[in-house]
Each structure stands twice: as structure tokens, then as C-alpha cells.
């Protein structure tokens, strides 16, 4: 003996229902992988930039420094030396150690690698390389801000 199953038009309609629910849950999702995505590549390709202007910098400051060490091979007088490197676009300043020079290369229009170096007896050493910014931080401390001493003591 057969069993006739009959399906209500209620039990095809929550197939219906739950089946929609099941596509709008993966859509919503989909869509929110992909705008996740796309911000994340946008922060991938400006840490990229950054990092690749950093190493250009870093490049152009080593040129710069090349050039001043083939200017001033085969010179022992400071102060000759000195006034070759500030040709050469650099500050330097002669002391009782020797001469100390630094120079600037721009990293973009906001930031500088700043690079400082001394010499002793003709051998160029790189005391520090640091990225520096053109614009100038200003704190307004004009604030009357409580400092923890009540006005009644």
C-alpha cells in the first residue's frame, strides 16, 4: 500500500521564505568581503608608496653621500673639506673632533630623511638617519586645565 504525501502550499512557501533568507545572508556577506577587500588594498597600496619613497630617500641620501666622500678623497684640511661638503648642499661645521655635516633629502612634501655624519681623519661615519617633518608642531597649552588641586583648599 502506497503513502500519498501532500505538500501544503504553507510547507513551499517557508522552503521559499528560508531559501531567500539563505541568498540575502550570502549576498550580504559577499558584499561586505569585497568592500572589506577593496580598504584593505587601498591601505596595502599607500603603505607601499610610503615605503618606497622611504627607500628612494634613502637611495638619493646615499648618492649624496657618495658624491661628498669622491669630492673630498685626498683632502686632509678640515676646513677645505668643510666648505666642499657645504657645495655640495650639506651643513657642516668643523670641531675639535673632527667635521660634523648633515643633510636633507625629501621624502615627500611633508618629510625629510635627515642624514648626520662625522669625519675623522677622512673616514666618513653615519651617526644617524631620521625621518623629520617640515611642518612644526604647535601645542596650544592655552587651556585652563584642572591640575587635581581643589580651589576650596
Known amino acids: 500500500m502506497a503513502v500519498k504525501r501532500h505538500q501544503t502550499s ?21 558584499i561586505l568581503t569585497l568592500v572589506s577587500a577593496k580598504n584593505e588594498m587601498g591601505s596595502v597600496k599607500k603603505s607601499a608608496e610610503i615605503a618606497s619613497d622611504y627607500y628612494n630617500a634613502e637611495k638619493e641620501a646615499a648618492v649624496k653621500l657618495n658624491e661628498i666622500k669622491t669630492a673630498a678623497s685626498g683632502i686632509t684640511d678640515s676646513e677645505e673639506i668643510a666648505r666642499i661638503i657645504s657645495e655640495k648642499g650639506a651643513n657642516a661645521n668643523v670641531t675639535m673632533d673632527g667635521i660634523e655635516a648633515s643633510f636633507k633629502v625629501n621624502i615627500d612634501e611633508n618629510r625629510f630623511l635627515l642624514t648626520e655624519i662625522k669625519i675623522i681623519n677622512g673616514e666618513f661615519k653615519i651617526i644617524s638617519q631620521k625621518i623629520a617633518s617640515e611642518n612644526e608642531i604647535i601645542i596650544d597649552d592655552s587651556f585652563n586645565i584642572w591640575d587635581g588641586i581643589s580651589p576650596l583648599e
Do not use: R
Open 10 to 30: 504553507a510547507g513551499i512557501g517557508g522552503a521559499l521564505i528560508l531559501i531567500i533568507f539563505i541568498i540575502l545572508t550570502i549576498t550580504s556577506f559577499s
